[in-house]
């Protein structure tokens, strides 16, 4: 679990298609540089968030780390199209004292999305991007959380039509993540709020059981919600 806040920009000092060593794996491998800042209570087997994707550290020494990258992930992802020398946004697991300054986020990439445009507003810059999966949008509101490329931020506008959303990234934040540097035409990773899909299957589930009744969904629901409010006996 992780909340959003980058920690630090690593560089990308290996991407390696066929690891044979034993950190490798037998697959591809990723190798992290100038990540000392993060590494000092660093574990093996240690979870860490490389652009929004939870990867296990398989080896490191003090600023680096390697991670071995699955066929799934490189398909889901925008990890394939690293390079020696990219940078990369990372973030440690939440630990019972980290503060939560972002959202929940799973690292669990959804889908990449393509920067549509990006338009300076003042000091900011306002991303919009257009996901390749567009059934993602359903969780994606105005004014709610997304994840891109592993940073928390607020979704400012959504055509569900059109499909694209935008974000905004003010000056602080262009600092810090890697998002602020790349161009139109490049992807992001994208991760929606994993509260909205809780959500769409208990509503889904309790539609469910009301079908096939004979009864409106709708007047089904409303008829539910008056019987519970009704005052006991007693």
Not at 63 to 81: D, I, M, Q, W
Not at 124 to 136: E, G, H, K, Y
């Amino acid at each position: 679990m992780f909340t959003g806040i980058v920690e630090i920009i690593g560089t990308v000092s290996a991407l390696e298609s066929q690891d044979d060593s034993s950190s490798g794996g037998g697959g591809t491998s990723l190798t992290i540089s100038n990540a000392s800042e993060i590494l000092g209570d660093g574990h093996l087997g240690d979870s860490i968030s490389i652009n929004g994707t939870c990867l296990t550290i398989t080896e490191f020494d003090k600023a680096s780390f390697k991670v071995g990258v699955a066929p799934e992930t490189l398909r889901r992802t925008n990890l394939g199209s690293l390079k020696q020398g990219s940078d990369v946004n990372l973030e440690r697991a939440v630990s019972a004292s980290t503060r939560m300054g972002g959202h929940f986020v799973q690292g669990h990439v959804d889908t990449i999305a393509s920067i549509v445009s990006v338009t300076p507003d003042g000091n900011a810059l306002t991303f919009r991007l257009q996901p390749r999966d567009r059934s993602v949008l359903r969780y994606v509101v105005e004014k709610g959380y997304v994840t891109l490329d592993g940073a928390s931020l607020t979704i400012t506008k959504v055509d569900d039509v059109a499909g694209w959303f935008e974000v905004m990234l003010i000056a602080y934040t262009q600092e810090r993540v890697v998002m602020a540097a790349k161009e139109t035409g490049e992807d992001v990773n994208i991760e929606v709020d994993m509260v909205g899909k809780y959500v769409e299957k208990s509503v889904a589930a309790y539609f469910s059981g009301l079908e096939g009744q004979g009864v409106p969904i709708l007047e089904k629901v409303l008829s539910r919600m008056l019987s519970e409010r009704k005052p006991t006996a007693g």
